[in-house]
């Protein structure tokens, strides 16, 4: 029932970045860094809670690849492994749709789309990313974290961290847009979920 109320949201957000990634769109060196808070309610009313989150992703260079003709202007085909950790962490009573959301594509994979609601949450992501040909990479990956806590966590959730996990693998295909994902992932629980997205995971 809580889930249906109406909710007015009216929030400021500051969030420090610090990117040294490279390439962008498909990196395998570097590191990017972000810390971010979210107030909502102070000054315009409305739903009154705050959001901290904090992230680190890293890569590294596992299997190095030829470098090829410099004239081609291609980069290299390494093997690369990536890495991110997130957390974060609430206060006051954030709405449903604004609690962290653990679940899908782009977070804990094998399981449903945000699956699990909480006001607390930690995230830690692995692939192995293996280049292909120039358009195509396949990955394998592992997931684990938890989102928990809060008034939806009992009937909707963890109400306790519990470390959940996923793990599974995919096909990346390099696009003018980005690339584009699609991922197998077994969870936990026994279960399993076919995910897509565009862009890359982090």
Do not use: C
């Given at each position: 029932?809580?889930?249906?109320?109406?909710?007015?949201?009216?929030?400021?957000?500051?969030?420090?970045?610090?990117?040294?990634?490279?390439?962008?769109?498909?990196?395998?060196?570097?590191?990017?860094?972000?810390?971010?808070?979210?107030?909502?309610?102070?000054?315009?009313?409305?739903?009154?809670?705050?959001?901290?989150?904090?992230?680190?992703?890293?890569?590294?260079?596992?299997?190095?690849?030829?470098?090829?003709?410099?004239?081609?202007?291609?980069?290299?085909?390494?093997?690369?492994?990536?890495?991110?950790?997130?957390?974060?962490?609430?206060?006051?009573?954030?709405?449903?749709?604004?609690?962290?959301?653990?679940?899908?594509?782009?977070?804990?994979?094998?399981?449903?789309?945000d699956?699990?609601?909480?006001?607390?949450?930690?995230?830690?992501?692995?692939?192995?990313?293996?280049?292909?040909?120039?358009?195509?990479?396949?990955?394998?990956?592992?997931?684990?974290?938890?989102?928990?806590?809060?008034?939806?966590?009992d009937?909707?959730?963890?109400?306790r961290?519990?470390?959940?996990?996923g793990y599974?693998?995919?096909?990346?295909?390099?696009?003018?847009?980005?690339?584009?994902?699609?991922?197998y992932?077994?969870?936990?629980?026994?279960?399993?979920?076919f995910?897509?997205?565009?862009?890359?995971?982090?």
């Amino acid at each position: 029932q809580q889930i249906l109320n109406k909710s007015e949201v009216r929030s400021l957000s500051l969030t420090a970045v610090h990117d040294s990634r490279f390439p962008f769109l498909k990196p395998f060196r570097g590191v990017y860094t972000s810390f971010g808070v979210e107030n909502a309610g102070l000054v315009f009313g409305g739903a009154t809670f705050a959001k901290y989150t904090g992230e680190i992703r890293k890569y590294f260079i596992v299997k190095k690849g030829k470098e090829g003709n410099p004239d081609e202007a291609k980069l290299p085909k390494h093997w690369v492994y990536a890495t991110r950790l997130m957390a974060g962490g609430s206060s006051g009573v954030p709405p449903f749709l604004d609690q962290f959301q653990m679940g899908g594509a782009d977070t804990l994979r094998g399981y449903k789309d945000d699956r699990f609601p909480g006001e607390t949450m930690v995230l830690w992501n692995h692939e192995l990313r293996i280049p292909i040909t120039e358009a195509l990479d396949v990955v394998g990956f592992f997931d684990t974290g938890d989102a928990w806590g809060g008034r939806f966590a009992d009937a909707l959730g963890d109400s306790r961290f519990k470390l959940r996990y996923g793990y599974g693998g995919g096909i990346r295909v390099q696009t003018p847009i980005g690339p584009l994902r699609l991922d197998y992932g077994i969870n936990d629980e026994g279960g399993s979920e076919f995910t897509f997205g565009v862009g890359p995971t982090f």
